[in-house]
DNA sequence: ACTACGCGGATTGTTGAGCAATCCGCATGC
DNA sequence: GCATGCGGATTGCTCAACAATCCGCGTAGT
């Protein structure tokens, strides 16, 4: 029995799994706005596939929480409440923390924590915050990993996604992002030393920082 | 702005969405079984919907977890594998606990324990076995809803839903589901009763011990 | 002027047919 | 016994069509 597959952003065998790639990265790189409505007939073309296969797109990533499916009125860029921010750190909080926590000092995912760190500083480096905001995923998707679970990884990957749909909704993302390189470097190093409950406490710290500095700049955006 | 809405077993807004429920019905029911062949013609003929839809009705289970997508092999019902039950538990764990531990003493969900309590006792009275699963899930889905987080109980309706059709495989549902009544209720008990933290140490025990009978039962299963 | 109504265009929801690509079973041949 | 290759069946995807629904807009009525 070949082992399971979790369909996953990155990998698309098939024609609809790769048009809600494309959608996804249309959303992370900004050229899809949270709200806009998304046409059935001008996105195929656009994309340059048939309405069918467009509509098994949109059914994923509803169910990933990307795009929001009115009947008869089509599907539409979700946009990230305020009460959706809490409920996704809250998430990230329990998940993430019980993850590292509870790992294994020397377990394979931290290279990806590494790899993701330098990532990271080349992007800031490179003035690239997008970049810098997908290694930043990336590390906490490598967090999330060290508790070594296919079904918490593909939600937190989902989670992760709706994130930085909200984060597109903000305009500053050097502010929102620079900070963030450093303290993950710090962590990984906590980590690396084994240093797992210091480390699990500051994550906690980290993200509760962030949740709030997230939320300030949401309700500012409101106005 | 309408609130948002998790697309979830149990409403069907859309023909695929009700075709989806459909299918996971004839899961739990037992009309289909676990590696099955889901063949479009024959499925769609069946169910009297297009191909089209049942496809994308098909992309809705599969981001669930309960049926794998092979390319140009078409779908087959997901068989749970030794590590997705270990995996499943894990999560069930980790989520349920927390949400138990640090649950508001009378948070409004206490009434779906409730429920969910009674309707396993009078389904196990009616001898009713697969309502007697269904009344456990609903009792576990009011515990994870207790953490308020409506992305955590999606996630975890899927994970239920995939460990029903495991336990769809066993072929022993009294001794399966009997024991977890009483448990529950006396679970019940501790939470309206304040003790939240004896709650959560039984509840952590409860799930290692179901786990173990599980994947008990799932090892001589392979014979 | 303002609301209610209703019309018409545009979009979605769903179907059915059609065809290329791929897989699977099976017979053939070595 | 094993590789080869053929043919039917199935999947992957497209296209065109049509009913149902929604939305904007003009009209009528007060």
Chains 1, 2 share one sequence.
């Not at 098994?56 to 305020?82: M, Q, W």
């Not at 620079?178 to 190093?189: M, R, T």
Request: hydrophobic fraction near 45%; charged fraction near 25%; aromatic fraction near 6%.
């Amino acid at each position: 029995m070949p082992p399971r597959h979790f369909p996953h952003p990155g990998v698309a065998s098939s024609l609809p799994d790769s048009v809600a790639e494309a959608i996804r990265q249309k959303l992370i790189h900004g050229e899809l706005c949270a709200g806009q409505r998304l046409s059935e007939a001008q996105l195929a073309e656009q994309l340059d596939v048939s309405r069918n296969t467009l509509r098994e797109a949109f059914r994923i990533l509803s169910k990933e929480g990307l795009v929001h499916h009115a009947p008869n009125r089509g599907v539409s860029v979700v946009i990230p409440s305020i009460a959706d921010i809490i409920d996704i750190y809250r998430i990230r909080r329990l998940i993430e923390c019980q993850a590292l926590a509870q790992s294994w000092p020397r377990h394979p995912a931290h290279k990806r924590m590494r790899q993701a760190v330098e990532q990271a500083r080349q992007a800031r480096a490179a003035g690239d915050w997008l970049q810098v905001g997908s290694a930043n995923m990336a590390f906490h998707g490598a967090i999330v990993a060290l508790a070594d679970s296919e079904r918490l990884s593909a939600m937190f990957s989902d989670i992760a996604a709706e994130l930085r749909l909200a984060f597109g909704l903000l305009n500053d993302p050097e502010y929102l992002h620079a900070p963030y390189v450093d303290q993950n470097a710090h962590l990984l190093q906590l980590f690396e030393d084994g240093r797992i409950a210091e480390a699990a406490v500051e994550l906690e710290n980290y993200l509760v920082q962030s949740e709030r500095m997230v939320l300030a700049v949401y309700a500012r955006r409101v106005e």
